[in-house]
Nanobody, 116 residues
């Protein structure tokens, strides 16, 4: 069955860096675009970044442009989110996502807390 497993979250100081990973299984990973979403305290879930199936196209939420980088390794069935210059507003649970037609698949999420 489809499985998305995020890892790499934790506590980081403002201005620091963190790399999130999402290991995928149960589907042909290289056929699908992948996304990272996040949901902060008392906020709605929002799109952070998206990458095309081959990795050639990416797009980002305005709030993370220039600080976050999404990438993927199709040989490892893994998508990454490199987070640099993090801010307290980046505190959230981060989720890996992909969609088949109208069905969304989600991982369990990984908590990122930005605090001094």
């Amino acid at each position: 069955q489809v499985q998305l497993v995020e890892s790499g979250g934790g506590l980081v100081q403002p201005g620091g860096s963190l790399r999130l990973s999402c290991a995928a299984s149960g589907f042909t990973f290289s056929n699908y675009g992948m996304s990272w979403y996040r949901q902060g305290p008392e906020k709605e879930r929002e799109l952070v970044a998206r990458i095309s199936s081959a990795g050639g196209r990416t797009n980002y939420a305005d709030s993370v442009k220039g600080r976050f980088t999404i990438s993927r390794d199709n040989a490892k069935n893994t998508v990454y989110l490199q987070m640099n210059s993090v801010e307290p507003e980046d505190t959230a649970v981060y989720y890996c996502n992909f969609k088949i037609i109208s069905i969304d698949y989600w991982g369990q999420g990984t908590q990122v807390t930005v605090s001094s």
